[in-house]
């Protein structure tokens, strides 16, 4: 049974690379894919996480998972929310869609309003690869 992994990291340190090496290197010794996590936090959560650590309230995954910490990428959960923010905003929906001088600020207050609905917990590139295929801009 292979053990669990830490890699740490600071922002351009390569951990994307070890994190997918890692992740293709357990599929390719015939880890199943729900068996397998990786979980990444912004230098804010992390300190939050933590100072939770120090004072002895729990694991890091236990800590991360009750404040809310944790990024979502259930595919699902995001179009919905995309779906949600798109109906709601119809008039930046069109401004996307039409191009022109309004498309980047519309497009911008769009992927907020997805971040919104998702309590700032949805990933970002998810976020914006879906709101670029439902506006038409992929």
Known sequence: ???HQ???ASAGTGKTFALTTRILRLLALGVEPERIVAL???RAAAGEIFDKLVAGEGSAAETAQK???LAISDA???EAW???AIAANPQAAADVRE???KQKKAFGFMMGQVMQLSGGAATPAQVQRLLQA???QS
């Open 1 to 3: 049974m292979l053990e």
């Open 6 to 8: 830490v890699i740490k």
């Open 40 to 42: 990444t936090f912004s």
């Open 67 to 69: 404040e809310g910490l």
């Open 76 to 78: 699902s959960a995001i």
């Open 82 to 84: 995309v779906d949600q």
């Open 99 to 101: 191009g022109g001088k």
């Open 134 to 136: 439902k506006l038409g």
